[in-house]
T-cell receptor
Framework: GAVVSQHPSRVICKSGTSVKIECRSL??????MFWYRQFPKKSLMLMAT?????????EQGVEKDKFLINHASLTLSTLTVTSAHPEDSSFYIC???????????FGSGTQLSVL | GENVEQHPSTLSVQEGDSAVIKCTYS??????FPWYKQELGKRPQLIID?????GEKKDQRIAVTLNKTAKHFSLHITETQPEDSAVYFC??????????FGQGTRLTINP
């Protein structure tokens, strides 16, 4: 299947700092990528849809100024958690559809811990 | 919008027995139903999927059935093995729209 790469895998930061997470589609182009958040023992919650060359589409209740998404190229989307606080601690995971546009493949995820 | 309900939340079976996880969806227009397996701290892995024009699909020990009329689909794992222990998520979507996930089922295979 299509390979989606995500970095970093783990981040520990102080409260108030910003954290950037990168998501790359390897050997295929992804005009759309999806960012999910997952709490322990919970399901995947869609945060936003990242669209190459245009603004991201955020789900209801997700603060767009808090979670900045940039999709500047066909293979890279970034999620920046701005002014992180302990409640932002979570597992963040990106995904992209394969070139045929149906199957969804996930990055390896980023465990964010805000102290 | 689409809503996906998944049951049970936890399932424990003896090694070698079968496991069944069920999901229901609300949007009759949904036409793609994947299943993902997620091990602790890892990414969800696509294990099988089915489209609305098919009633059943099988891949070795894994099978998925779809009942469009009742709007439910199920994952069947036969001859379970310890490595099948994980959290399983069902999902539903329409075309290229966003995937909506079920709540997940924690499957434990007892040796």
């Amino acid at each position: 299947g299509a390979v989606v790469s995500q970095h970093p895998s783990r981040v520990i930061c102080k409260s108030g700092t910003s954290v950037k997470i990168e998501c790359r589609s390897l050997d295929f182009q992804a005009t759309t990528m999806f960012w999910y958040r997952q709490f322990p023992k919970k399901s995947l919650m869609l945060m936003a849809t990242s669209n190459e060359g245009s603004k991201a589409t955020y789900e209801q209740g997700v603060e767009k100024d808090k979670f900045l998404i940039n999709h500047a190229s066909l293979t890279l989307s970034t999620l920046t958690v701005t002014s992180a606080h302990p409640e932002d601690s979570s597992f963040y995971i990106c995904s992209a559809r394969d070139p045929l546009g149906e199957k969804l493949f996930f990055g390896s995820g980023t465990q964010l811990s805000v102290l | 919008g689409e809503n996906v309900e998944q049951h049970p939340s936890t399932l424990s079976v003896q090694e070698g027995d079968s496991a069944v996880i069920k999901c229901t969806y609300s949007d009759s227009a949904s036409n793609y139903f994947p299943w993902y397996k997620q091990e602790l701290g890892k990414r969800p892995q696509l294990i099988i999927d089915i489209r609305s024009n098919v009633g059943e699909k099988k891949d070795q020990r894994i099978a998925v059935t779809l009942n469009k009329t009742a709007k439910h689909f199920s994952l069947h794992i036969t001859e379970t093995q310890p490595e099948d222990s994980a959290v399983y998520f069902c999902a539903a979507t329409k075309g290229a729209q966003k995937l909506v996930f079920g709540q997940g089922t924690r499957l434990t295979i007892n040796p």
